[in-house]
């Protein structure tokens, strides 16, 4: 069992940056591949970008490639999501998630999800 909770969302203006993070519960940590997901209202839920166990692999959202990090800290059981230049189009509910196995940008394979943060871009 791994309990996620997320950290560090808020209101930035076009252009700026903040930094995500989600704590992560349990032993298991670095085995788990982790992602971050957002919802837009009305819209579904994507993914913004993965990592796998040791951070040596990571696959972004075209929307994400080139202003998005996503890394991580086995030591600390935390993943993090720096977002650079952001745009309101950006504007969503950040989740992280947990998935054992090969890295992946599929909801349906991440067995463990966080609450959300709320991330909003002001234009």
Do not use: H
Not at 88 to 116: F, I, K, N
């Amino acid at each position: 069992q791994v309990q996620l909770v997320e950290s560090g969302g808020g209101l930035v203006q076009a252009g700026g940056s903040l930094r995500l993070s989600c704590a992560a519960s349990g032993r298991t940590f670095s085995s788990y591949v982790m992602g971050w997901f957002r919802q837009a209202p009305g819209k579904e839920r994507e993914i913004v970008a993965a990592i796998n166990w040791n951070g040596g692999s990571t696959s972004y959202a075209d929307s994400a490639k080139g202003r998005f990090t996503i890394s991580r800290d086995n030591a600390k059981n935390t993943v993090y999501l720096q977002m650079n230049r952001g745009k309101p189009e950006d504007t969503a509910v950040y989740y992280c998630a947990a998935a054992r196995g090969r890295l992946t940008g599929r909801s349906s394979d991440y067995d463990y999800w966080g609450q959300g943060t709320q991330v909003t871009v002001s234009s």
